[in-house]
């Protein structure tokens, strides 16, 4: 009877164990799901899943008044996504009705690994002050990362692929900034932006316009093996250190006026298939051989 009695127990505890990893495997996650828990203070991870419906960020509970019609929202929990398709919006600022503005900011890290969006990504305004990771991810619409306050060490845009436009205008970077192997298929601007580590663009490539005009680069610029297959600017761009053009292929015409090279600049095995300017362009140290940049 007692052998009876432990068999009976064991079997109702898997049972309820098997019912719980059941009902949570089967269970949909959705838009609504993620805000409920992030307005409980938990934090979201979530792996291998496909999620309905746009996650706005901006119209969680948590928000305050910065002034007369603008609100910010924070988001006080981990934000973790890994191998996810999103199918709808994500939205970190937005507007109502009445014209009132809604910004973010995301106290801890922001992971979106390996993750496809089949809509609009929209960042804009939007502050993080831990790590943001965006590795291996594909954006098939709009990327919208304008003004977007990166306040951690480093952030991660590796091995994506930009489908659309993508914007990140004005964005300012405390720390690094990394988009190694990644591709921007359609138009692409980085103008007016302050990164102040270093700015890692090696083997990206451009098809269409690219725009890094009157950037600000602290640190090392690295754009070794890229490839600029559309016109693009740096003009009145300032390389306060170390820049490196090195292998790179332009393809279209490509302007660099008046730009500031303030440490060492390489251009060594870089082809130009079309007009490269450098007029009134300064060089802090040893100025490149640029008659060899074209073909």
């Keep these: 009877m007692k052998n009876l009695l432990s068999f009976s127990i064991i079997l109702l505890i898997t049972g309820f164990f098997y019912s719980c990893t059941a009902e949570a495997k089967d269970s949909p996650v959705t838009a609504e799901k993620i805000i409920k828990l992030i307005e409980k203070g938990k934090d979201v991870y979530f792996k291998d899943i496909e999620i309905d419906g746009d996650i706005d960020f901006s119209k969680i509970k948590t928000r305050s008044v910065e002034s007369s019609g603008t609100y910010r929202a924070y988001v006080m929990s981990a934000v973790t996504f890994v191998n996810c398709t999103f199918n709808g919006k994500i939205i970190a600022y937005s507007v109502d009705d009445n014209k009132a503005k809604s910004f973010t900011t995301f106290t801890k890290n922001l992971s979106f690994q390996s993750c496809t969006f089949k809509n609009d990504v929209v960042f804009t305004e939007t502050a993080a002050e831990g790590i943001v990771n965006f590795s291996s991810s594909t954006f098939e619409k709009i990327a919208d990362f304008q003004g977007f306050n990166f306040k951690y060490k480093d952030t991660y845009f590796t091995d994506v692929k930009f489908k659309q436009e993508a ?36 083997a990206t490539k451009y098809e269409k316009y690219a725009d890094f005009s009157s950037v ?28 490196d053009f090195n292998n790179v292929e332009f393809n279209k015409n490509a302007g660099f006026k008046k730009v500031q090279f303030r440490g060492q600049s390489r251009f060594n095995e870089t082809k130009a298939k079309a007009d490269i300017n450098f007029d009134n362009a300064k060089f802090g140290l040893e100025k490149p051989d640029l008659e060899s940049i074209k073909e």
């Design 216 to 243: 600000f680069i602290y640190r090392n610029v690295n754009f070794n093996y890229a490839k600029f297959n559309g016109k693009l600017t740096f003009n009145n761009s300032v390389f306060n250190n170390k820049s």
């Design 167 to 202: 914007k990140f205008q004005r964005i300012s970077c405390y720390g690094n900034i990394n988009f190694k192997s990644s591709v921007f298929s359609e138009n692409v601007s980085f103008q007016k932006s302050l990164i102040k580590g270093n700015f890692s663009m090696g």
